[in-house]
């Protein structure tokens, strides 16, 4: 059974050769599902990330990693002046 669900998950083939050398069959098995848990795991987030974002469009896709640039009007605040701003929750 481990042996078959190896293959089915096309698991590499020194993971193969080690469930084959094991002889403890229990440990066997837990090995395989610990390994095939992690695939189907992976394959979840896959599917529901392109999910989420088959459903936005172009812009919202337009992500960037790194540190956030300002706004240009940011460039503008100097020290002593007053600001205002608030929070605007929508739900």
Do not use: C
């Not at 993971?15 to 189907?40: C, D």
């Amino acid at each position: 059974l481990a042996f078959m669900a190896a293959e089915i998950a096309n698991m590499s083939n020194e993971f193969r050769r080690h469930i084959l050398a094991m002889t403890n069959t229990v440990e066997r098995i837990r090995l395989v599902t610990g390994e095939m848990e992690e695939l189907v795991a992976m394959t979840r987030a896959r599917k529901m990330a392109n999910s989420i974002t088959d459903q936005q469009d172009e812009s919202e896709r337009d992500l960037k990693v790194g540190q956030p640039e300002l706004p240009p009007w940011a460039k503008n605040i100097r020290k002593g002046m007053e600001l205002e701003y608030f929070w605007n929750e929508e739900k």
